[in-house]
């Protein structure tokens, strides 16, 4: 995931919580702790994010790790459309550093991409790290997060 120019406490960013929380009609929403856009160009951010809004993405791995890592497992995090756009809330609910050689199966599945197998899910993950950093190779140590997606609630999203 890239870095993006919002930051957690940016009035858009507020703005979108404040929203999110009015239309699910419970408790406030928190602060989140990260705001993120899924893949590197605005075509994959908004693939990824549309696996997301579906349900069919339920997971991430990140490389390298922030350090600090600035949230954590219950922590929200906003996701960014290719626009630059708040468009989710989600919710940490696993961070776990491995190896990205022992990665699994249904970690690959879990993130919901390709035909989400492991052969597919480490192919198209080496490629993508490669490009973030020519550095990279299986000995990497990747951060393994799973999610849920609080906002926009997936009946939402598939009923529009």
Not at 10 to 33: C, D
Not at 110 to 118: A, F, P, Q, V
Not at 123 to 141: E, M, V
Request: hydrophobic share 40%; charged share 30%; proline share 9%.
């Amino acid at each position: 995931m890239l870095t993006p120019k919002l930051k957690p406490d940016s009035p858009e960013i507020s703005q979108f919580v404040e929203r999110a929380s009015k239309e699910l009609g419970g408790e406030p929403l928190p602060v989140p702790k990260d705001v993120c856009a899924f893949g590197d160009s605005p075509e994959l951010q908004d693939e990824l994010l549309a696996l997301v809004l579906a349900g069919t993405k339920r997971a991430t791995a990140d490389w390298p790790i922030q350090d600090p890592l600035p949230w954590g497992v219950g922590d929200i995090s906003v996701a960014l459309d290719g626009k630059g756009l708040p468009a989710a809330i989600f919710r940490t609910i696993e961070l776990v550093p491995t190896r990205f050689r022992d990665v699994d199966a249904q970690f690959a599945f879990d993130e919901g991409e390709g035909d989400k197998s492991l052969e597919w899910w480490r192919d198209a993950h080496t490629k993508y790290f490669l490009r973030q950093d020519p550095s990279f190779t299986d000995d990497a140590i990747v951060l393994c997060e799973r999610f849920e997606l609080v906002y926009p609630p997936i009946s939402a999203v598939t009923n529009s």
